[in-house]
Protein backbone atom coordinates (compact mmCIF):
# COMPACT_ATOMS: atom_id res chain seq x y z
CA UNK A 1 0.00 0.00 0.00
CA UNK A 2 0.90 3.39 -1.00
CA UNK A 3 2.33 5.86 2.01
CA UNK A 4 -0.65 8.00 0.38
CA UNK A 5 -3.17 5.72 1.66
CA UNK A 6 -1.92 4.64 4.77
CA UNK A 7 -1.79 8.25 6.01
CA UNK A 8 -5.98 8.88 4.17
CA UNK A 9 -6.34 5.55 6.15
CA UNK A 10 -5.02 6.98 9.88
CA UNK A 11 -7.18 10.29 9.86
CA UNK A 12 -10.22 8.44 8.92
CA UNK A 13 -11.94 6.09 11.30
CA UNK A 14 -15.28 4.60 11.70
CA UNK A 15 -16.77 8.40 13.09
CA UNK A 16 -17.90 8.71 16.30
CA UNK A 17 -21.33 11.05 17.00
CA UNK A 18 -20.86 14.54 17.02
CA UNK A 19 -21.44 14.64 21.15
CA UNK A 20 -18.49 11.83 21.00
CA UNK A 21 -21.02 9.36 22.30
CA UNK A 22 -20.30 5.87 20.31
CA UNK A 23 -22.33 5.65 16.90
CA UNK A 24 -26.31 5.92 16.83
CA UNK A 25 -27.00 3.65 14.98
CA UNK A 26 -25.00 0.48 12.90
CA UNK A 27 -27.02 -1.22 10.35
CA UNK A 28 -25.54 -4.40 8.50
CA UNK A 29 -27.19 -5.95 5.67
CA UNK A 30 -26.66 -6.60 2.02
CA UNK A 31 -27.99 -4.84 -0.98
CA UNK A 32 -27.40 -6.58 -4.44
CA UNK A 33 -24.84 -9.16 -3.17
CA UNK A 34 -22.83 -6.16 -1.51
CA UNK A 35 -22.38 -6.70 2.23
CA UNK A 36 -23.43 -3.03 3.20
CA UNK A 37 -22.78 -1.24 7.01
CA UNK A 38 -24.12 1.84 7.69
CA UNK A 39 -22.69 4.11 10.45
CA UNK A 40 -25.48 6.65 10.97
CA UNK A 41 -23.80 9.65 13.60
CA UNK A 42 -26.65 11.75 12.39
CA UNK A 43 -29.81 11.54 14.02
CA UNK A 44 -31.54 14.34 11.86
CA UNK A 45 -30.76 11.43 8.44
CA UNK A 46 -33.12 8.86 8.29
CA UNK A 47 -30.90 5.23 8.15
CA UNK A 48 -33.72 3.73 5.65
CA UNK A 49 -33.59 6.34 3.56
CA UNK A 50 -30.00 5.97 3.33
CA UNK A 51 -30.08 2.44 2.45
CA UNK A 52 -33.06 2.98 -0.03
CA UNK A 53 -31.03 5.53 -2.02
CA UNK A 54 -27.64 3.32 -2.19
CA UNK A 55 -30.20 0.35 -2.98
CA UNK A 56 -31.48 2.79 -6.00
CA UNK A 57 -27.66 3.74 -6.63
CA UNK A 58 -26.77 -0.53 -7.03
CA UNK A 59 -29.97 -0.71 -9.29
CA UNK A 60 -28.66 1.47 -11.40
CA UNK A 61 -25.31 -0.36 -11.70
CA UNK A 62 -26.94 -3.86 -11.73
CA UNK A 63 -29.02 -2.61 -14.70
CA UNK A 64 -26.62 -0.28 -17.33
CA UNK A 65 -23.29 -1.92 -16.34
CA UNK A 66 -24.12 -5.25 -14.71
CA UNK A 67 -20.30 -6.52 -14.79
CA UNK A 68 -19.36 -3.42 -12.74
CA UNK A 69 -21.72 -4.50 -10.30
CA UNK A 70 -20.01 -8.20 -10.91
CA UNK A 71 -16.73 -6.49 -10.02
CA UNK A 72 -17.61 -4.98 -6.89
CA UNK A 73 -18.79 -8.37 -5.21
CA UNK A 74 -15.50 -9.96 -6.39
CA UNK A 75 -13.26 -7.40 -5.63
CA UNK A 76 -14.32 -5.59 -2.15
CA UNK A 77 -15.76 -6.78 1.26
CA UNK A 78 -18.57 -4.17 1.46
CA UNK A 79 -19.73 -0.66 0.86
CA UNK A 80 -19.78 1.22 4.61
CA UNK A 81 -21.64 4.72 4.68
CA UNK A 82 -20.56 6.81 7.49
CA UNK A 83 -19.48 10.52 7.63
CA UNK A 84 -16.29 11.49 5.57
CA UNK A 85 -14.78 14.54 4.26
CA UNK A 86 -15.43 13.78 0.52
CA UNK A 87 -18.39 11.67 -0.89
CA UNK A 88 -16.39 8.34 -1.43
CA UNK A 89 -13.05 6.24 -1.21
CA UNK A 90 -11.69 3.10 -1.59
CA UNK A 91 -10.11 2.49 1.69
CA UNK A 92 -7.69 -0.65 0.64
CA UNK A 93 -6.37 -1.45 4.30
CA UNK A 94 -9.96 -2.91 4.91
CA UNK A 95 -10.83 -3.50 1.19
CA UNK A 96 -14.30 -1.54 1.54
CA UNK A 97 -15.80 1.67 -0.30
CA UNK A 98 -16.70 4.25 1.57
CA UNK A 99 -20.26 6.40 0.58
CA UNK A 100 -20.94 9.20 2.52
CA UNK A 101 -23.56 9.61 4.88
CA UNK A 102 -25.23 13.10 3.60
CA UNK A 103 -24.12 12.15 -0.45
CA UNK A 104 -26.48 9.48 -0.10
CA UNK A 105 -29.10 11.61 2.10
CA UNK A 106 -29.21 14.40 -0.30
CA UNK A 107 -32.34 14.64 -2.52
CA UNK A 108 -31.27 17.36 -4.37
CA UNK A 109 -29.99 15.05 -7.01
CA UNK A 110 -31.10 11.68 -8.17
CA UNK A 111 -29.51 7.98 -7.06
CA UNK A 112 -27.02 8.64 -10.96
CA UNK A 113 -24.41 10.59 -9.07
CA UNK A 114 -24.28 8.15 -5.89
CA UNK A 115 -23.96 5.16 -8.58
CA UNK A 116 -21.25 7.06 -10.53
CA UNK A 117 -19.57 7.71 -7.11
CA UNK A 118 -19.18 3.92 -6.46
CA UNK A 119 -18.36 2.51 -9.56
CA UNK A 120 -16.03 5.39 -9.62
CA UNK A 121 -14.45 3.65 -6.12
CA UNK A 122 -14.96 0.11 -7.45
CA UNK A 123 -12.32 0.99 -10.09
CA UNK A 124 -9.75 1.97 -7.64
CA UNK A 125 -10.64 -1.50 -5.85
CA UNK A 126 -10.57 -3.38 -9.14
CA UNK A 127 -6.50 -1.46 -9.40
CA UNK A 128 -5.90 -2.65 -6.05
CA UNK A 129 -7.56 -6.26 -6.39
CA UNK A 130 -5.11 -6.79 -9.66
CA UNK A 131 -2.21 -6.33 -7.10
CA UNK A 132 -0.97 -3.04 -8.73
CA UNK A 133 1.06 -1.04 -6.59
CA UNK A 134 1.12 2.96 -7.10
CA UNK A 135 2.60 5.42 -5.66
CA UNK A 136 1.23 8.80 -5.16
CA UNK A 137 2.63 10.48 -8.97
CA UNK A 138 0.63 7.88 -10.23
CA UNK A 139 -2.73 8.79 -9.21
CA UNK A 140 -3.69 11.30 -11.94
CA UNK A 141 -3.09 8.03 -14.55
CA UNK A 142 -5.51 5.96 -11.77
CA UNK A 143 -7.76 8.67 -11.51
CA UNK A 144 -8.29 9.55 -15.29
CA UNK A 145 -9.32 5.87 -15.45
CA UNK A 146 -11.99 6.11 -12.79
CA UNK A 147 -13.07 9.68 -14.24
CA UNK A 148 -13.74 7.45 -17.51
CA UNK A 149 -15.49 4.43 -16.38
CA UNK A 150 -18.01 7.27 -14.71
CA UNK A 151 -18.38 8.88 -18.46
CA UNK A 152 -19.34 5.67 -20.23
CA UNK A 153 -22.00 4.40 -17.23
CA UNK A 154 -23.40 8.16 -18.09
CA UNK A 155 -23.61 8.06 -21.74
CA UNK A 156 -24.88 4.46 -20.64
CA UNK A 157 -27.87 5.84 -19.03
CA UNK A 158 -31.29 7.44 -19.77
CA UNK A 159 -29.93 11.13 -20.90
CA UNK A 160 -31.92 12.87 -17.57
CA UNK A 161 -30.17 10.60 -15.61
CA UNK A 162 -26.94 10.34 -17.46
CA UNK A 163 -26.42 14.16 -18.38
CA UNK A 164 -24.92 15.37 -14.83
CA UNK A 165 -22.46 12.38 -14.58
CA UNK A 166 -21.07 12.88 -17.91
CA UNK A 167 -20.53 16.58 -16.83
CA UNK A 168 -19.04 15.43 -14.11
CA UNK A 169 -16.67 13.26 -15.84
CA UNK A 170 -15.98 15.18 -18.86
CA UNK A 171 -14.97 18.66 -16.70
CA UNK A 172 -12.55 16.18 -14.79
CA UNK A 173 -11.09 14.59 -17.63
CA UNK A 174 -10.21 17.96 -18.80
CA UNK A 175 -8.21 18.88 -16.27
CA UNK A 176 -4.32 18.42 -15.49
CA UNK A 177 -2.44 16.05 -13.55
CA UNK A 178 -2.13 18.30 -10.12
CA UNK A 179 -6.03 19.02 -10.74
CA UNK A 180 -7.37 15.47 -11.25
CA UNK A 181 -5.82 13.96 -8.24
CA UNK A 182 -5.64 17.39 -5.67
CA UNK A 183 -3.48 16.83 -3.04
CA UNK A 184 -6.03 17.37 -0.13
CA UNK A 185 -5.78 18.86 3.30
CA UNK A 186 -7.78 16.44 5.09
CA UNK A 187 -7.51 17.91 8.49
CA UNK A 188 -9.13 20.70 7.42
CA UNK A 189 -11.67 18.81 5.44
CA UNK A 190 -12.17 16.69 9.09
CA UNK A 191 -12.68 19.88 10.72
CA UNK A 192 -15.45 21.32 8.23
CA UNK A 193 -16.98 18.00 8.71
CA UNK A 194 -17.20 18.40 12.17
CA UNK A 195 -18.54 22.03 12.23
CA UNK A 196 -21.16 20.89 9.67
CA UNK A 197 -22.21 18.39 12.14
CA UNK A 198 -21.94 20.46 15.36
CA UNK A 199 -24.44 22.81 13.61
CA UNK A 200 -26.57 19.92 12.29
CA UNK A 201 -27.28 18.82 15.70
CA UNK A 202 -28.27 22.64 17.41
Known amino acids: MSGFFEKLAALFQPAASPDGASPVETVHTTLHGVPVEVINTRPDIATAHVLARLDEALALIATYQPWRLAHLQR ?6 VERFACRGAFMPQDNVI ?19 SILHEGVHARVHAMGVY ?28 GAPVVERAMASLSLNDRDVAPIVDWQEAQRRQDAADRNAST
Open 75 to 80: DIRGIR
Open 98 to 116: ITELTFLARRDITAAPVAS
Open 134 to 161: RTEDQLPREERLCRRAELAFGLALPPEL
